[in-house]
């Protein structure tokens, strides 16, 4: 594609247009991008920092005191890694001053890969959104079942208000609402974890982790418990969609680099403080959330505090992760049907008190019925997430490793057998072994928990 590079920012497509165009890139009119480092910062937070940090003391605590913490920096290595190698995958050709953009991860795929890769891609996608809204609600050791509908309904009918945000772009302050929500608890739990280690007045736990019954069992656990940390870490799936809110200059993968960075950075230490005092607090018998398992029930106060910032943050997770799917289905409409007024048409509301408001017909129903469907499911079906946290496992390693190393291949131009693609091909393998390990894993936990 060529022309300036005004000519291919971006406008959500649901305002008024008509025009078409090819391929993944439709045309579409200027929008002026705001958002800077900290910005990045605050969409990955929340995209990436769940409820399943309460829950990685668990994990460390069946891989031990060495084990636990060197899993969770080398995971923390792999994702710093492959996000480094997505964030040039952004424009094209050239890496930071190609004058097309990849606005989702899809359109990365496509543009580097092929349609082919972008098919499969997209099939993954689509579990991979499910899987990361129940691991952001129920926590990544969770069998993400419901026992209370109206709970689940309460959520989704606020689900329902938010998703009428038009797209990535709009929703920052969200994002930045829950960053601070994710931190809030994450504190919580971490200062509820040391005081309980002063209270012991010791540090529970051990070298080799929690002991099991068999040496099967362990290696189960063990599965178990890498997966957990690997799948806690990865934002792959909205990374790009995050570059896409980045102003210019410094070039957008340049600034998406250095967020990505501190992010994980954050999101590492988080994961050690809170996992690492939650078991030193309670040691063979760390529960699967400090918060709602049997951890911490005192004080009451700021146990619910803690809990209602969960809330708050799961609200904004789900819009991070839905977003980019929102967003496919926008453009993918509004490319097929450029001149339907139902898809394309914005309608102005103003409401007394309230700043003006643009509906469009299509985001309104296609999104109300996609909460719906899936708040549906989550009540009529209570081990339907179970077995998309199941497919997850598969998940990780196309979405965080193989796709963006194949672009990275396309984008640099690296040749077969040369030293950066050897490396990255062990790489790739290394990490394809760890995902099968933990999916044999979450398969195992799965049918004992069915039989159970």
Request: glycine share 10%.
């Amino acid at each position: 594609m060529g022309g300036t590079d005004g000519d291919h920012k971006k406008t959500p497509l649901l305002t008024s247009s008509s025009g078409s165009g090819s391929g993944f890139h439709p045309a579409e009119s200027p929008i002026k991008r705001t958002g800077n480092m900290w910005t990045a910062v605050a969409h990955i937070i929340t995209g990436v920092i769940g409820s399943g940090v309460l829950s990685l003391a668990w994990s460390l605590a069946q891989l031990g005191w060495i084990a636990g913490p060197v899993s969770m920096l080398l995971f923390a290595i792999v994702i710093f890694i492959s996000t480094f190698l997505l964030c040039d995958s952004y424009r094209s050709p050239d890496p930071e001053y190609g004058p097309a953009r990849n606005r989702s991860y899809l359109e990365a795929v496509h543009t580097n890969l092929g349609s082919r890769n972008a098919w499969v891609c997209g099939m993954v996608v689509m579990r991979a959104i499910q899987r990361s809204n129940c691991y952001h609600r129920e926590g990544h050791d969770a069998a993400c079942k419901y026992g209370d509908d109206s709970f689940i309904l309460i959520f989704g009918a606020i689900q329902i208000v938010t998703s009428q945000i038009p797209n990535f772009h709009n929703i920052e302050w969200l994002s930045v609402l829950a960053a601070i929500m994710s931190l809030c608890y994450s504190f919580i739990g971490f200062g509820l974890g040391l005081a309980k280690t002063i209270g012991n007045g010791k540090i529970k736990g051990s070298i080799e982790g929690i002991s099991a019954s068999t040496s099967a069992a362990k290696f189960w656990l063990i599965s178990q418990a890498l997966g957990d940390i690997a799948f806690a870490y990865p934002f792959s799936l909205i990374s790009i969609e995050i570059q896409d809110t980045l102003k210019s200059p410094p070039p957008e993968s340049e600034t998406m680099k250095a967020a990505s960075s501190l992010a994980i950075t954050i999101t590492t230490l988080f994961y050690l403080f809170c996992g690492g005092f939650g078991y030193a607090a309670f040691g063979d018998d760390t529960p699967g959330n400090l918060l709602t398992g049997f951890g911490f029930y005192e004080p009451y106060w700021l146990v619910d505090f803690a809990n209602a910032c969960v809330v708050v943050h799961l609200v904004g997770g789900y819009q991070i992760f839905t977003q980019p799917l929102f967003g496919i289905v926008d453009r993918w409409s509004s490319q097929k049907f450029p001149n339907s007024g139902f898809i394309n048409k914005d309608y102005t509301f103003k409401l007394p008190l309230l700043p003006a408001f643009r509906v469009n017909l299509f985001r309104l129903c296609f999104r109300t019925a996609y909460v719906g469907s899936t708040t549906g499911f989550a009540m009529i079906f209570p081990y339907f997430n179970q077995v998309l946290g199941v497919i997850g496992a598969m998940n990780f390693w196309p979405l965080a490793i193989y796709f963006p190393v194949n672009m990275y291949f396309v984008q640099r131009k690296i040749g077969a057998w040369t030293r950066p693609w050897m490396l990255l091909q062990i790489f790739t393998f290394v990490c394809l072994a760890i995902t099968i390990f933990a999916f044999i894993g979450s398969v195992e936990g799965l049918i004992t928990a069915k039989l159970s």
